[in-house]
């Protein structure tokens, strides 16, 4: 008979460092020395100690499966064994359990469909991280955190109709809020009243169109109009500002996306 002496797993990294205090969130560790076939993932709390089964994808990447947790917002230092649960690392790569996302609102719930707006998603317990991602619908965007209740994105491009947002603080779990997101057929302008004005600006011009959206701007060249009053969809008073003589292109943006139609 032979005994086979191997070398201890390391474990230098983990990925994503936290997730949902339910458990199931598919978490990938990097290190050394990861052989055998039924490796072994261990989740060590002050409260509770777990082990689950996990597929070696090579000698330095694991993938397993998060256990729940028995506490909110608890820490699980995180473990590796390549001998079926015999002996493990001792590297205590640190895993935070942590409430799940929940969503409410959305400012502005809605945009033109070549993207662009800049979303603000209001909801609880996000928590700061590098790896916030938002989803309309099938469509992944990166995320900003501003804080617990608020994290930015911007949307993507989409097709008339609506899109459900979901976020997720570690790029891997998903909230399940369905929260709507109205994607609106592109702006068009199709006449300007009046057309001229004097060269002080201060002219309220009314543009008259379609998919003009709550928030849109307006600019006169290069210059953004002093005032935009939103009236509806098919029109927006935008006041003038003040231009050399001649003839300058009146542009119109949908809902805060700096995509400009003249």
Known sequence: SVFEYLAQPVVSSIRPTGGAVDGGTRVQLEGADFVGGAPRCRFSGTEHVAVVGGTLVSSHLVRCLAPPARRDRSVAAVDVSADIGADFSRSGAQYEYQLPVSLSS????????????????????????????????????????????????????????????????????????RVQFAYQAGTSVLALLPDSGPVRGETNVSVIGTGLLQGSQCRFGQRLASRVVWVSPFEVICTSVSQPEGRHALEVSGSGALAWTA
């Open 106 to 177: 959305l400012a502005p719930p809605r945009g033109p469909v070549w993207g662009g707006t800049r979303v603000s998603v209001f909801g609880a317990h996000f928590v700061p991280s590098l790896r916030a991602r938002c989803r309309f619908g099938t469509a992944e965007v990166s995320g900003a955190f501003v804080s617990s209740t608020r994290i930015d994105c911007e949307a993507p491009r989409a097709h008339a109709g609506v899109a459900h947002v979901e976020i997720s603080a570690n790029g891997v779990d998903f909230s399940r809020s």
